[in-house]
């Protein structure tokens, strides 16, 4: 492939200017790319700071507008709603999943009442917001139970279609979900929504600061090792991703995503399918931790979000998502 050498052949000479290195780009960037996660809680005029997670906040519905509106402004297509759930709301089923006046619920009916189909609305489908034991799904003699986790993650799709969730999200990792989701949603005439399968999630310890700002890490007691995939594997990420292919995920995530970049690529390779990549909680307050105590520049941003590009990412789920005026 390379036909010349040193010194017919100065690769130098492509990037002796900001305009030849613009020229030869081959990545970029642009707000299209990007999900902006919101956190949710209960109450009147809150804006919360999160300990783990810097300039992130909790906002309550009635001040929620603040960052959709700026996320419209800036020209970001999709938005993620998590819960922070009152302790007093959770219990060992995660009933509060299928309340139609809980968090999520209410916030999805207020965002669309306001702004319509100006931004699109994307829902985790998981237990693990409501339960006391923070896992995703039921638990039955300290295992997960797979078949009747489903039958809850049904109907709190169903519902969150219903109050007009543009994209289901389940993240549970229950083996077999998307195809039953997928039945339901059509038997109601859901056939419109998408379903975005956090298809490659990894049991993983960059989620702490999530668990924290959901309010589920000091609920959780043990890992989710029996459902979330083992960091030492790659091939298996390839088998939960073409089973979700076919039961009829319209998108995958793959989860975290810094040091999945290989397996990014790989689905990218094998599936053609659109991609996306969660920059997760713990990777976010790294990357801002360093930055804030001036150890790297904060450049260090616009860096790892091009790597996901690089890697075959169609979109990036990520916390750094509402301040793109200032990292693009
Ligand atoms: C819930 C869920 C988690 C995250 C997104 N959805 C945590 C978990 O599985 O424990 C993590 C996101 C992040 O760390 O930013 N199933």
Known sequence: MITGSYPNLRLRRNRKFDWTRRLIEENTLSPNDFILPIFLVDGKN??????SMPEVYRYSIDRVTQIVDKAIRNKIPMIALFPKTKNSKKNMIGSEALNENNLVCRAIIEIK?????????????????????????????????????IEILIKQSLLQARVGCDVIAPSDMMDGRIKKIRRALDKEGFNNINILSYAAKYASSFY???????????????????????????????????????????????????????????????FRIPVFAYQVSGEYSLLSNAINKKIVD???????????????????????????????
């Open 298 to 328: 904060k450049t260090v941003i616009l860096e790892s979000l091009i790597a996901f590009k690089r890697a075959g990412a169609n979109a990036i789920v990520s916390y750094f998502a509402d301040r793109l005026d200032k990292i693009l």
């Open 46 to 51: 809150k804006r919360e700071k999160i300990p």
């Open 113 to 149: 009442k306001r702004y319509n189909n100006q931004i699109g609305i994307m829902c985790d489908v998981a237990l693990d917001p409501y339960t006391s034991h923070g896992h995703d799904g039921l638990i039955k003699s300290n295992n997960i139970l797979n078949d009747e986790t």
């Open 208 to 270: 702490g600061p999530f668990r924290d700002a959901v309010g589920s890490k000091n609920n959780l007691r043990s890992d989710k090792k029996t459902y979330q995939m083992d960091f030492r594997n790659s091939s298996e990420a390839l088998r939960e991703i073409s089973l979700d292919i076919k039961e009829g995920a319209d998108m995958v995530m793959v989860k975290p995503a810094m040091p999945y970049l290989d397996i990014i690529k790989s689905i990218k390779n094998e």
